[in-house]
């Protein structure tokens, strides 16, 4: 029988192992189906600056920075400029794959996107009083882009939750309010996935 104490500094133990010397996110790459229409995108809408791209680079692309975090854009040369697929068509999932950016006014960004004609889904996500709330939408090449006050939600580690481990049903039971029921269900399958690596 494993106890939590043993649980606990095994995780810890795991977690040192794995540690990498990263500092930050530095860019994310987008393969585009037209470069010109999603740079228009990445400074029209979204404030990115344009800067250099390395000399050595063969292929259409472009680079843009701000906010802390670059964006690569590199032309898709296996799309058909006849291509019909038809980026108004596509549902906005806010489930789907997203970069996130955090802002500060919610209703400038929807402003900004109605005076560009561009369609959005907007969200609320709500824990134990705190309120977020999201914009999403998509790029010229249907990636999808959400804008939110996210930094009202506090960052807690999951080490920092207080929780009892039960062996019986290996879940974890909440014994404060600390940790919302995300931070629960991480724990519940932390535990599941230690049970598995344990036995």
């Not at 189906?33 to 800067?51: A, Q």
Request: proline content about 5%; aromatic content about 12%.
């Amino acid at each position: 029988m494993i106890h939590h104490q043993e649980l606990k500094m095994e995780i810890e133990e795991v977690c040192e192992a794995q540690a990498l010397p990263l500092l930050s996110l530095n860019h994310v790459s987008l393969m585009c189906r037209s470069v010109w229409e999603s740079m228009k995108f990445y400074e029209d809408v979204l404030g990115f600056v344009p800067i250099k791209r390395p000399s050595s680079f063969k292929f259409t692309g472009a680079w843009f920075y701000n906010y802390g975090i670059g964006i690569h854009l590199i032309q898709n040369p296996d799309v058909d400029e006849f291509d019909t697929y038809v980026n108004e068509s596509r549902p906005i999932n806010p489930k789907d794959n997203h970069i996130s950016f955090q802002c500060t006014d919610v209703d400038l960004v929807k402003k900004r996107l109605e005076e560009k004609g561009m369609r959005y889904v907007t969200a609320l996500v709500e824990d134990e009083g705190i309120k977020v709330d999201q914009v999403f939408f998509h790029d010229p090449d249907g990636y999808m882009i959400e804008l939110c006050n996210c930094e009202n939600i506090p960052i807690i580690p999951i080490s920092s939750c207080s929780a009892s481990f039960k062996p019986r049903n290996h879940s974890f039971k909440r014994s404060s309010s600390k940790c919302g029921f995300i931070e629960n269900v991480m724990m519940e399958n932390l535990s599941l996935d230690m049970m598995n690596f344990a036995f």
